[in-house]
Each structure stands twice: as C-alpha cells, then as structure tokens.
C-alpha cells in the first residue's frame, strides 16, 4: 500500500546508465519534500545512498545521482557495475493521513 | 561509529504482544534532532516504517499501525524499545532500527541495524 510507486525491476549492462523513478504525489514528493534512497544489497540491511534528493554521504561512489522535480524523483546509476545488482527504495514524508514516513515499492537492479 | 542492534524473540504466537528492543552506541538520543526508528520488511517485500521517537521523546507512529505500536527509550541504558500487540501471521518480517539523522533535509536513517527475523505463527 505504498504511495511511491517504483518500477518492479530495472536491468542494464555493465557500463551502462539506468535510472529508477519514484513516483508520489500532492501529499509527499509534490508537497515538497526531499527524496531518500536505500541500496539494499542482498541479505543486508538497507544501506543509505541518497539524501535530501541529490546528496552522497560519504563513501557513496559518484556514479549514483538523484534528483526530483514535481511528483517525481528519480536515481540514476552510471556506469552500471556487478556490485549494484540489488534492491532500491526512495523514502519521502507523506503530510497526509497525519503524517508518516513512506518508503517506495522497491526496484530490484539487474545486471546483465 | 554508531551502530545498532536488535533483539527479540524469534517466533510469537498470533494475538500475542512483541517486544524488540534496539541497542545502540555511538550516538546519544539526547542530542538535539537525533532520532531511532523502526522499520520492517515481510520476506520479498519492500521497506515499511513503523515508528520514531525524537531526542525530545516526542513520537511518531505508522497511521495504519497506531493503535498497536508504542515506542520508548531508555537513555541510560542506550536502547529503544517497540511493542506491537496482537500480532499477527501477516507481521511476519525482518524488523530493523535504524539512526535518524539530525539533518535539514527531512528525516531519513543513516545506520541501520542488521534486523531480526519474527515470525508469527501458532
């Protein structure tokens, strides 16, 4: 029942550049509200990659982006290596039904 | 190095009460703007927040889950602890706590714990 809608599943080949939308609305990402996104490796716990929609922390390769724009944000990865197959969620706030943290539906990365 | 880590049993029965608790170092729930979360995962599922409580004890709950979550920290003992009652087959999950990141860019975790597995079954 998640109110950011992802893409199931992404693939791409090594070198390549893929992108994963996130999808909200008026009440989260369209209100304004800064995107997060998580690389969940499998087995592992999630692992923060983005932050305030564009932001790296440290250690987070340069071949990962982010950005928004209306209802929309979206991750990019560039120069698609074997270590990103793995699982990805954005994570916004939602003002709507009180207040809540909402995570995306997840896109799983594929490398081919 | 902040780190965390949850313990709680592995196995509940449905309608009982689940209680997890979140043991953390490297950080103080008192400093201004830090927060511990819980979020969980059902086997090949997304990510679904559960609940937070702030360095000022203030607390925010799941709408959908409200009723049935409360959250509370222990200062002296570094711990946060969840309680879900009437749980049932479908809280079947990967629980994780995870750090809030005193930040102007929204709230989002920065470390997480390596999650515990709860099944509920009979």
């Known amino acids: 029942q998640s109110v950011l809608t992802q893409p199931p599943s992404v693939s791409g080949a090594p070198g390549q550049r893929v992108t994963i939308s996130c999808t909200g609305s008026?009440?989260?990402?369209?209100?304004?509200?800064?995107v997060h996104w998580y690389q969940q490796l499998p087995g592992t716990a999630p692992k923060l990659l983005i932050y305030?929609?564009?932001n790296r922390p440290s250690g987070v390769p340069d071949r990962f982006s982010g950005s928004k724009s209306g209802t929309s944000a979206s991750l990019a990865i560039s120069g698609l290596q074997a270590e990103d197959e793995a699982d990805y969620y954005c994570?916004?706030?939602?003002?709507?039904?009180?207040?809540?943290?909402?995570f995306g539906t997840g896109t799983e990365v594929t490398v081919l | 190095q902040i780190t965390l880590k949850e313990s709680g049993p592995t196995l509940v029965k449905p309608t009982q009460t689940l209680t997890l608790t979140c043991t953390f170092s490297g950080l103080s729930v008192t400093t201004n703007a830090v927060g511990v979360g819980w979020i969980r995962q059902p086997p090949g599922k997304a990510l679904e927040w559960l609940a937070l409580?702030?360095?000022?004890?203030?607390?925010r709950y799941s709408p959908s889950l409200k009723s049935r979550l409360t959250i509370t920290k222990d200062t002296s003992k570094n711990q946060v602890v969840l309680t879900m009652t009437n749980m049932d087959p479908v809280d079947t999950a990967t629980y994780y706590c995870?750090?809030?990141?005193?930040?102007?860019?929204?709230?989002?975790?920065?470390?997480w714990g390596q999650g515990t597995l709860v099944t509920v079954s009979s």
């Open positions: 008026s009440s989260n990402i369209g209100a304004g509200y800064d």
């Open positions: 409580i702030y360095w000022d004890d203030d607390k």
């Open positions: 305030g929609n564009n």
């Open positions: 995870a750090h809030r990141r005193p930040d102007s860019s929204g709230t989002y975790f920065d470390y």
């Open positions: 994570q916004s706030y939602d003002s709507s039904l009180g207040g809540s943290l909402v």
